[in-house]
């Protein structure tokens, strides 16, 4: 019978040389004199310092003298599309109702069809073309507008949507320019005031298209 007492390891001392996976214990003399700064707890799951799970910087690689944002003339392109596309869609939700209204004394036949089918078409590509031409217009001012200042700001936009409206409306007069210039300047300025809502009221920002 042994009467020795357990080594430092105990039972799972035992154990651990029995199945050869015991791993070896150090007293607190031992480690008395290994300096601890410096060292982070690693993850039991991932074994790597999540520090470096931690990404301070942007995880894409801008080429050199990018912004990080579009500029005007990037996204002209996706305000005419978008522009048009809108437009011929109200055009021919505004065609089906006027060609149903127009054509309620006629009974359902190939004639009436034919009617509303081209009223749909003709009102579509009337609000496609017109909101297209505003949308180029605005575009097209506001990137001249952005290369005389060199700045990108809400001055741009509230001075681009004023001058589209002026000249939109410039075969109606100086009271048709006087207005579409109204009409832009209420529209350029709410969407100024779209888009600084969150600063405005000190909420966090959110994140928009443009």
Do not use: H
């Amino acid at each position: 019978m042994d009467n020795n007492p357990p080594g430092p390891g105990g039972s799972k001392g035992g154990l651990g040389g029995l199945f050869g996976g015991g791993a070896p214990e150090y007293s607190n003399t031992e480690l008395a004199g290994v300096p601890l700064t410096g060292m982070s707890p690693l993850s039991p799951y991932l074994n790597v310092d999540p520090r470096f799970l931690v990404q301070d910087t942007d995880e894409f690689i801008l080429p050199t003298g990018a912004n990080k944002t579009r500029g005007r003339f990037e996204l002209a392109f996706f305000t005419i599309g978008g522009s048009c596309m809108t437009g011929a869609a109200f055009g021919t939700v505004n065609g089906l109702r006027m060609g149903l209204k127009e054509t309620r004394e006629m009974a359902w036949s190939k004639p009436r069809n034919v009617q509303i089918l081209n009223m749909v078409t003709r009102q579509g590509a009337s609000w496609a073309n017109s909101l297209g031409s505003v949308a180029l217009l605005y575009s097209a001012f506001g990137v001249a507008i952005e290369k005389a200042r060199g700045a990108e700001d809400d001055v741009n936009t509230v001075a681009a949507g004023t001058l589209t409206g002026m000249l939109f409306k410039s075969g109606s007069g100086l009271k048709g320019v006087a207005r579409g210039g109204l009409a832009g300047l209420a529209l350029s300025s709410a969407y100024a005031l779209y888009n600084n809502w969150d600063r405005i009221t000190g909420s966090p920002t959110s994140s928009r298209l443009y």
